[in-house]
């Protein structure tokens, strides 16, 4: 099979006595895109691209990443930018709207948020049922999806009220759950939100308040916090998010959509990623120990968690944001000495200048720097995939809507190189 690109924008493919035109088409910015959509019914051939390395699944017009430049953009605005000068919830409307909103859209909007941070008191009733030690992993893909047996009235995806009023609920309701999750796990009573509170203060409060004593919130970790969710808001065609729009268009509800990214997003090779980063740290505990650990690395009996990414062949723009958190964080909290950040450093260094990992394009991803952040603030480390949930639900949200109102949406069913037996005859079991 040859294929080549004609002037007037088509690609032709030639595939035997076949030949095939497509058009190309053009983002607003990005590598050009064949449309192979009539491929089958022309050509009958199918396209072989596992992982999907190749394949566009969609349109959209969210978020942006060119990889080998190190650049994401949400709605055209650069992911450092949005860290610096904006809030998630800020954020938050910028993905589910396309514009960033004036001060009355934005008062509206962090308003309604925040009157919808409450659950359903029988629904705190629901995390009682979990075993005691049950990963809050597993509690929020449960939780998540056990919001349409709560909402029911905001699960019809051709209502476009009840569209914006599930994820209006999400987004609220997603930090309470997450808190909860974390204290089911800790043995201590359930901490409700408070109205005054910024969305990040609120959800640091419901995790590290108790009875016995108010948890007085730090202006600089509620920040760091806030930054982190925005670092997390949407990372265009991942595979948590590509589960949650295959998972949506069948017409599933939007809260069994969510929970089903979730449970994409757990994998280690995914956002459980941020959880093995700190254990890799933890395993390599002093400086002495790096270069020992790197050659198990080269010697492949092990990967450098927090390192490489699928569409990053540059530094991940995340990670350079959230390497200058860490150090903020671990300022205020008195930790600037923390051993596990000097290894990290450390470790970076080397793999920057280490031709193994230079050849490879590996660099530093988000999760690097996030776990040993997350666990000065206070964080276990199986709260690290948790909070990367409650970030990316906004992300979700958006690439769901904008998949229920396209046009050309269709129910996702792939194809497949079939290389099972061809077809037999039935033998019957006594004969076998
Ligand atoms: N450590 C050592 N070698 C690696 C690593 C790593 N972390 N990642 C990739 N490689 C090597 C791999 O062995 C291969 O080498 P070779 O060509 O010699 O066989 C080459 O780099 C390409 O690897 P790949 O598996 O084809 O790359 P991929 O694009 O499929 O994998 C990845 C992307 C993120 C799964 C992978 O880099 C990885 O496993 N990283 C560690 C886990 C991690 O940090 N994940 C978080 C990703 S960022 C958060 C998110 O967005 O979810």
Request: aromatic share 10%; proline share 5%.
């Amino acid at each position: 099979m040859d294929s080549k690109v004609t002037p007037g924008g088509n690609a032709v493919f030639t595939i035997g006595d076949k030949t095939v035109e497509m058009p190309i088409l053009k983002g607003s910015t990005g590598p050009d895109v064949v449309d192979i959509r009539k491929l089958y019914a022309e050509a009958d051939v199918f396209t072989y691209d596992p992982g999907f390395t190749s394949t566009a699944s969609c349109e959209s017009q969210i978020t942006y990443i060119d990889g080998d430049a190190g650049v994401l953009l949400y709605r055209g605005y650069p992911i450092d930018q949005l860290a610096e000068n904006s809030s998630f919830l800020e954020v938050c409307y910028l993905l589910l709207h396309g514009e960033l909103p004036t001060a009355t859209q934005f008062a509206e909007f962090e308003r309604t948020i925040t009157y919808h941070t409450m659950l359903h008191e029988q629904f705190d009733r629901f995390f009682q049922t979990f075993r005691r030690d049950a990963h809050p992993m597993a509690i929020m893909v449960g939780a998540v999806g056990a919001l349409s047996a709560f909402y029911h009235d905001s699960t019809n995806i051709h209502d476009e009220r009840q569209r914006q009023i599930s994820a209006h609920r999400m987004i609220a309701k997603m930090p309470t759950i997450a808190a909860r999750a974390f204290k089911y796990a800790v043995g201590q009573p359930f901490v409700y939100p408070r109205n005054e509170l910024g969305y990040a203060d609120n959800f640091l409060r419901m995790c590290f308040a108790v009875p016995a004593e108010d948890y007085k919130v730090n202006k600089v970790l509620a920040r760091a916090m806030d930054r982190i969710f925005i670092l997390h808001a949407d990372h265009e065609q991942n595979a948590s998010t590509s589960t949650v729009r295959l998972a949506g268009s069948s017409g599933a509800n939007p809260f069994a959509c969510i929970a089903a990214g979730i449970a994409c997003l757990w994998g280690p090779s995914h956002g459980g990623a941020n959880e093995e980063a700190l254990n890799m740290l933890k395993e390599i505990g002093t400086v002495d120990r790096i270069p020992e650990y790197v050659q198990g690395v080269k010697d492949r009996r092990y990967r450098l968690m927090g390192f490489g990414h699928r569409v990053y062949k540059n530094y991940d723009p995340r990670a350079k944001v959230m390497q200058k958190t860490c150090h903020e964080v671990l300022d205020v909290l008195g930790k600037r000495d923390e051993p596990l950040l000097q290894v990290a450093m450390e470790l970076e260094r080397i793999a920057l200048s280490d031709p193994y990992f230079v050849e490879r394009k590996l660099y530093p991803n988000i999760d690097f720097y996030s776990g040993i952040t997350l666990s000065a603030m206070g964080f276990p480390s199986e709260m690290f995939t948790v909070l990367f949930a409650l970030a990316r639900t906004v992300g979700w949200i958006a690439q769901w809507k904008e998949m229920i109102e396209d046009p050309s949406q269709k129910i996702g069913r792939p194809r497949q190189v079939y290389t099972g037996p061809t077809i037999r005859e039935f033998v019957p079991i006594e004969k076998r």
